[in-house]
């Protein structure tokens, strides 16, 4: 489906899609949680996140860390996944695609076509999210710019480079320190907190981007890059060129 495809959803906040996920959060996603809970961007990484705050916590009975009973907690900064479902977004070159997700099991929502898929994202809030990702997207070329500067693609085999950078920032344990996944989703603890939203995103992209090109550590950056890019749901692909594998 297309923004202007037929597409309605109403939610009768039965709380049975809040259970059993994974649900991938981008730095903004992070950003809003903290704003929410009146708490500091290390803070919600620790209270909401697993994976250095790219995945939404949940707990040992299944339920999110967010949910009050049936209700979320924090649902005016509800991540960007939840506020789509029952649509999944997917990103192919320039292209931008819906689909339909299955029901959770026993879920009282209904679907219809009562509008058009571009009716429920503004209804949802979804645009400041989707901005907030494609000015993490413009990171991905200062990032590739830089890993082609640092890695030594003579001495490593590109694959396996990849593939190692890929383990590294998909790992739930064991991985190793990086300063550049840790500012990317504890906006606050690199200094950017104003008081808006629009201004602590532009200040978070300037600065990510210094501390890319002054990074000289072609691992932590390719780690770095793929973390980004399936927090903003490009896939790992997006880290590198395909002259590079």
């Known amino acids: 489906m297309n923004r202007k495809s037929p597409f ?38 620790a209270r909401y996140t697993i994976r250095r705050g790219s995945i939404l916590k949940f707990t040992d ?45 026993g879920s009282l929502g209904v679907y219809g076509d009562d509008g058009a898929v571009n ?10 999210y989707l901005e907030a ?28 480079f990849w593939r190692r950078s890929v383990r590294e920032a998909l790992a739930e344990s064991g991985y190793d320190a990086n300063p550049l996944i840790d500012a990317m989703f504890d906006m606050g603890g690199i200094g950017c907190a104003a008081s808006g939203d629009a201004e602590t995103i532009a200040a978070h992209l300037e600065r990510l981007a210094e501390m890319i090109r002054g990074e000289s550590n072609a691992e932590l950056l390719a780690a770095a890059a793929v973390m980004l890019a399936v927090s903003i749901g490009q896939g790992p692909a997006a880290a590198h060129t395909d002259a590079e594998i």
Not at 138 to 143: D, R, T, Y
């Open 8 to 45: 309605s959803y109403v939610c009768n906040a039965c709380g049975r899609c809040c259970h059993d996920k994974v649900i991938t959060l981008s730095p903004y996603d992070v950003l809003r949680l903290a704003r929410v809970a009146g708490i500091t961007t290390s803070e919600a990484i």
């Open 61 to 105: 009975g299944g339920a999110c860390a967010a949910l009050e009973g049936a209700r979320c907690g924090v649902h005016r900064g509800r991540p960007l996944a939840c506020r789509l479902y029952p649509l999944g977004i997917e990103h192919d070159e320039e292209l931008e695609r819906f689909v339909t997700l299955d029901p959770a099991a």
């Open 119 to 128: 009716d429920f994202l503004d209804a949802q809030g979804a645009g400041s």
């Open 133 to 160: 990702n494609a000015g993490c997207a413009s990171l991905m070329a200062v990032f590739r710019e830089r890993i082609a500067a640092t890695a030594d693609f003579d001495r490593v085999e590109p694959r396996e």
